[in-house]
């Protein structure tokens, strides 16, 4: 059993940091390179870059939530979502569909409590 994980590309987990701007400020996100990966598919399913990826994301989180906290962690499950909700038929595994165009009320609906805040987006959220 143990085979199918551990003999996974040390690359792949090997730790990236990479250097970005969220508003103006200057930060530091570590992620492992599998990480990175899935966040570019995820950015250029929508014509973003990571870095604009990463900046939506955390807006939208902190309207959302009120703060960002643990964002790396964040951005980790943000991946693992992502693949999850492609391997359900939740989310079109064909790259050219944008994530955006997308019904996220049709990709949450009927997800077990683990996976889903049943609570929606702010009003304001919702329209844009």
Same mark, same amino acid.
């Given at each position: 059993?143990?085979e199918? &994980?551990? *003999? !996974?590309?040390? =690359?792949?987990?090997?730790?990236?940091? *990479?250097?970005?701007?969220?508003?103006g %400020?200057?930060?530091?996100?570590?992620?492992? *390179?599998? &990480?990175?990966? %899935?966040?570019?598919? /995820? !950015?250029?399913? $929508?014509?973003? *870059? %990571?870095? =604009?990826? /990463?900046?939506?994301?955390? @807006?939208?989180l902190?309207?959302?939530?009120?703060?960002?906290?643990?964002f790396?962690?964040?951005?980790?499950?943000?991946c693992?979502r992502?693949?999850?909700l492609? !391997?359900?038929?939740? /989310?079109?595994? @064909?790259?050219?569909?944008? /994530?955006g165009?997308? $019904?996220p009320?049709?990709?949450?609906?009927?997800?077990?409590?683990?996976?889903? $805040?049943? =609570?929606p987006?702010?009003?304001?959220?919702? !329209?844009?």
């Open positions: 059993m143990c199918i &994980f551990i *003999r !996974a590309s040390e =690359q792949s987990y090997a730790p990236e940091t *990479r250097s970005l701007r969220l508003h %400020v200057a930060t530091s996100l570590r992620l492992e *390179r599998l &990480f990175w990966q %899935v966040l570019e598919e /995820i !950015a250029g399913r $929508d014509g973003m *870059r %990571v870095t =604009q990826l /990463i900046e939506r994301l955390y @807006d939208e902190v309207e959302y939530r009120g703060e960002a906290a643990n790396t962690s964040f951005l980790r499950v943000c693992l992502y693949q999850l492609q !391997a359900d038929g939740r /989310i079109p595994l @064909d790259a050219g569909v944008p /994530i165009s997308l $019904d009320r049709a990709v949450l609906e009927g997800l077990p409590p683990s996976l889903y $805040d049943a =609570q987006l702010p009003p304001k959220r919702r !329209a844009a």
